[in-house]
């Protein structure tokens, strides 16, 4: 054989190792894992999506103060989610879920203070309720250690969100209804 014939059988054959290898990881990772990771990438996807159509259309200092915390502390773990489900051989959405669309869409649709309370308690409040037990569940049955440490260390960040959407939703339904 020639050189150049080696040297292509050596980079295909590295190449067929690196897909084998990717589809190892993902074989490694249990239903509960595999289904986190999608669950989870969505979830923030949708709370981005959302705390971006508040900070276009809220009135609020405090409403687009939360929203803009949405964006950036989503933003930062939706890129490490991004890179361990990768790493993970596992496919996660760059969008929001077809449901957290069709209420984006209606969230979208409101105005003033209308807009305010529902984002704050359906964004704020409700989305982290939800997010924070997807997280604990992982932490308690999750079989991946990289993952499991990963919604480990994510957890004190939720409940800080939800603490502040808590608050936000006090603030926002004690304004007058317009």
């Known amino acids: ?6 040297t292509l059988l050596a ?12 589809q190892a990881q993902t074989a490694k990772l249990s239903g509960q894992d595999k289904s986190f990771l999608k669950d ?6 949708a709370e981005i999506a959302a705390s971006q159509v508040a900070l276009n259309q809220s009135g609020s200092a405090d409403v687009k103060t939360f929203a803009q915390m949405m964006v950036d502390d989503h933003g930062k773990a939706d890129t490490e989610l991004k890179g361990l489900a990768e790493q993970k051989g596992v496919k996660v959405s760059d969008t929001p879920s077809l449901t957290k669309k069709a209420e984006i869409k209606m969230l979208s649709e409101r105005k003033g203070s209308s807009f305010d309370q529902h984002y704050a308690e359906s964004i704020g409040v409700k989305a982290h309720q939800d997010t924070i037990k997807l997280f604990q569940k ?17 957890l004190p960040t939720l409940q800080h969100h939800l603490e502040a959407a808590q608050a936000l939703k006090a603030k926002t339904d004690a304004e007058p209804k317009s």
Do not use: H, P, Q, Y
């Not at 980079?11 to 990717?22: D, K, P, Q, W």
């Not at 989870?40 to 996807?45: I, K, Q, R, V």
């Open 40 to 45: 989870a990438a969505e979830g923030g996807n």
């Open 11 to 22: 980079i295909a054959t590295v190449a067929l190792a690196a897909s084998f290898g990717a």
């Open 138 to 154: 992982e932490v308690d049955k999750g079989s991946d250690a990289d993952v499991k440490a990963w919604a480990s260390k994510t």
């Open 1 to 6: 054989m020639t050189s150049r014939t080696l």
